[in-house]
C-alpha cells in the first residue's frame, strides 16, 4: 500500500507516436526513486501521462496509486487522491500571492475529499501550518505574501513548490526537473525540499537528466530510461556510473 505502481505504461502523442513504451515501477512511501535518461528519452512524457496530461495518451498498461487504477482519471482527481506534481504551476499568477494560491489549492483538495462540498481551512490553523512549514523549510516569510511566479528567480520558483508540496502533503511527488536553467541554489533548495518531506507518509519520483541533483538527494533506486523504456535499475551507485560512462552504451543497446 501507499504506493505509486506503473505497470507496462505505454504512452503516445496525439499523432500516434509512441514515447513511452513500457515502464514497469514501483515507488514506495519513505522511499526516493530517480529516473535519469539522455534528452527526447521521453522522461518528460512519461511525468505528463503520470500527471493525466490530456495531450499523451496511456494506449497500454495502467497506474495505480494505493492500488487504485487512476490511469483514466483527470488530473484534478489525481491531485485529490495524493499525487503531485512539481511542474503543476509553473506560470506566474499575477494578482494573486502565494499565500492566497496555497489556501485555495489547499481548499480545493479538502472539498474533494469532503464530497464536492466546501470544506474551507480555518484561517488560524492555515496561518499556523503555513507558518510552520516555511520555517522549516527555510523559506522567507517575504516570499508568501509575493505574486506567485512573478519575477521569481529559479531558487523562489522551487522554493514555492516545494512549499505547495510541504502544505498538500501529497502521497507521491513527482518532480520532473528541467534539464537546463537550474542553478546550483535550485538545486539545492528542491534536494533538501525532497529529502525533508520523504517520510512513511511520502515517497518522490525525481526524474532528471543530470546527476547533479542526485548528489544531494541520495536516492533509494536509479533507474535508468532510455528510448522510453527503463534499461537498468540499482542502487544510487547506478548514478554515478552514469557520471562517468554516460548513456551511449544503453542508447546503443536500445537502437541495436
Ligand atoms: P525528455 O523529457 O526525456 O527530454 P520528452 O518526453 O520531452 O523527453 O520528449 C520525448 C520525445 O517526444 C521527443 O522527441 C519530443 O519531441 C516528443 N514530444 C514530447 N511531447 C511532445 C508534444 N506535445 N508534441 C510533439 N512532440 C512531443
Ligand atoms: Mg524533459
Partial sequence: MGTLKLENLHVALEDGTEIVKGVDLEVGL??????MGPN??????LSYAIMGHPAYEITEGRILLDGEDIT???????AERGLFLAFQ???????VTVTSFLRSAINSIRKARNGGVDDPIAIPEFRKTLLGEMDRLKVSRELASRYLNDGFSGGEKKRVEILQMAMLKPRIAVLDET???????ALRVV???VRELVSPQMGALVITHYKRILDHIEPDRVHVFVDGKIVKSGG????DELEVHGYEEYEEAAVA
Fill in 179 to 185: 534539464d537546463s536553467g537550474l542553478d546550483i541554489d
Fill in 40 to 45: 527526447g528519452s521521453g522522461k518528460s512524457t
Fill in 191 to 193: 534536494a533538501s525540499g
Fill in 30 to 35: 519513505n522511499e526516493v526513486h530517480a529516473i
Fill in 89 to 95: 504551476y509553473p506560470h506566474a499568477i499575477p494578482g
Fill in 72 to 78: 483514466e482519471l483527470p488530473a484534478n482527481e489525481r
Fill in 236 to 239: 544510487p551507485e547506478l548514478a
